[in-house]
């Protein structure tokens, strides 16, 4: 069973999304460089890139209490008009997927909201796709 879990500045909100996404990807990327020599091309090994996570789902509408349902705490534009919020605030997001069945695919991101498409179905259930980054902490201690 997978669950997702949104939480801002330090879990001070925490929204557990009311339907996880089927899947998920979570691209780790390596910023390596090719030179082309006289005879040869050569890969240089370079710094690590930032992870990056898409989920798509939906957030029910007002009155629609389907069964499989992890969270009933808000309904519809509630969650949209909090992720917004939170976005307007610009701090970092954390994302953690939680997946029961293989404790390794587990997620727990500092993240960026790049992207929030959202729109209204004819049911009234609103479709969404968050497009995140991760969002690395700047460290200012001296390395000994």
Known sequence: ML????????????I??????EEYEVPS??????????????NLIGTR?????????????????????????????EYVDAIERWRERRYPIRVVIVDESNKRKNVNLAVTIDNFVHGIKKDGDIHYTLQMSEFPFVST???S
């Open 29 to 42: 990327p390596w910023k390596n460089e090719q030179i082309d020599g006289l005879t040869q091309t050569l």
């Open 141 to 143: 201690k001296k390395r």
């Open 16 to 21: 557990q999304l009311p339907v996880p996404p």
């Open 49 to 77: 890139g930032l992870q990056s996570i898409e989920i798509t789902s939906f957030f029910p509408a007002e009155g629609h209490d389907y069964p499989f349902l992890q969270s009933r705490e808000m309904w519809g534009m």
């Open 3 to 14: 669950q997702v879990f949104l939480s801002i500045n330090n879990n001070e909100e925490i």
